[in-house]
């Protein structure tokens, strides 16, 4: 694996695979699925301060370039770039707006985040020029509007990787404590569980350490809450567990 810090040390067609580092194996399974679409696999570390609403969110982003070197390096990663701010923001850059899906839910919760992760992807975009980027259901708003802005970029959907317990994997969940990381599994049993959204949504609320901020069945195609003839519903939750945001979605299958 090449470890580069300009983009034109990259490879002139890729599949490519956008972080904010503090690598897991969620990240990992991305790389592996942008090894199957092609043999040269481009990973990207920049922690984008354009999508954190909180210089302090921000600052307490987690950051372990050493353990991400070998992560990459064993899953297939070919060119690792870790680009510099000036790189992706040189003086006098132009922001781009995330649709109107940005407004809900996410978006609606952090204001001007999606405008934040719209502009760099698309400037991350514009600089590999990749065949291919993969990103993971996890974070599925962000993926629906990342997908409109593609222009021509196959966007490949990864699946939600999971701890034991369920919980959603996420560079987030070093920062709970060791009794907020027992409660958070709540929210994947919930969503696992739960046959209506009334249902999820007295699931999480039992649960006092968790700050619920939303629980939703939505129509994936339209981002509006999920109605009787929707063909494609998803449960999404976002909540708090020790100031700590998470978030997860789950597919519902017709559940009787
Ligand atoms: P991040 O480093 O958090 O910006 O995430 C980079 C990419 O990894 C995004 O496409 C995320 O959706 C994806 N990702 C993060 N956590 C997971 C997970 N647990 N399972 C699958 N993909 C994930």
Request: aromatic share 8%; hydrophobic share 40%.
């Amino acid at each position: 694996m090449k470890v580069v810090t300009s983009a034109h040390e990259l490879p002139s067609g890729c599949a490519f695979v956008p972080t904010m580092g503090a690598l897991h194996a969620g990240h990992a399974s991305l790389f592996t699925i942008a090894k199957k679409v092609h043999t040269n696999v481009v990973a990207s570390i920049f922690v984008n301060p354009l999508q954190f609403e909180k210089q302090e969110d921000l600052d307490k982003y987690p950051r372990t370039p050493i353990e991400d070197i070998d992560l990459a390096a064993n899953s297939g990663v070919t060119h690792l770039w870790l680009p510099h701010y000036s790189e992706i923001y040189p003086e006098g850059f132009s922001t781009i707006k995330a649709g109107p899906i940005a407004n809900l839910y996410e978006g609606k919760s952090r204001p001007g985040h999606f405008d934040g992760v719209v502009t760099v992807v698309r400037r991350l975009f514009d600089l590999v020029k990749p065949n291919f980027a993969v990103f993971g259901e996890k974070d599925f708003q962000q993926l629906i509007l990342i997908e409109e802005i593609a222009q021509g970029i196959e966007i490949v959907r990864a699946p939600i990787i999971r701890e034991a317990d369920g919980l959603a994997m996420s560079s987030r969940n070093v920062r709970l404590t060791p009794e907020g990381r027992s409660t958070a599994a709540v929210i994947s049993r919930a969503l696992s569980l739960a046959k209506s959204e009334s249902e999820l949504r007295e699931m999480l609320s039992s649960e006092p350490q968790l700050t619920l901020d939303y629980a939703d069945f939505i129509d994936e195609e339209t981002f509006q809450p999920a109605q009787r003839d929707s063909t494609s519903v998803r449960a999404i939750v976002a909540g708090w567990i020790n100031s700590v945001r998470l978030i997860d979605n789950m597919r519902m299958e017709a559940r009787a």
